[in-house]
């Protein structure tokens, strides 16, 4: 093994100077632009995050704002339906008065007997 180390060193010592810089220099450029694409694409990707979170928080907001305005609607339901049952109870109240009261005019009551002063001459008729 040390062989096939020392024949890799001698080969780098053969390579002339400028060789090397310039395959350095490529290299170097290669892993510069690899590296300049992952850091853009690193800022897209934040780019992304940071709007994905705001557009998930103004939907939080507003599912909280649609639930919340649900809940106000269905107590105002409530509230609503009993206020109809009472006035539903109010008018079936008043449709049972007006109905005794159309019956008293349709057939009055007997004043009682005690009540009225009876003439001799209707206590005569009477006998």
Do not use: H
Not at 30 to 39: D, L, P, R, S
């Amino acid at each position: 093994m040390e062989a096939g180390l020392g024949d890799k060193v001698y080969r780098l010592l053969e390579t002339r100077p400028r060789v090397l810089v310039n395959s350095l220099l490529v290299s170097r450029d290669k892993w510069k632009e690899k590296c300049g694409v992952a850091k853009i694409e690193l800022q897209a990707f934040r780019g992304k995050v940071r709007d994905l979170e705001v557009s998930r928080e103004k939907w939080r907001r507003q599912a909280e704002q649609a639930e919340s305005d649900r809940l106000n609607l269905i107590q105002q339901l409530e509230s609503a339906k009993e206020q109809n049952r009472r006035l539903e109870e109010r008018l079936a109240a008043l449709e049972a008065e007006q109905k005794k009261s159309q019956l008293r005019e349709l057939n009055p009551r007997p004043f009682p007997v005690s009540s009225l002063r009876l003439s001799k001459s209707v206590l005569s008729f009477r006998n």
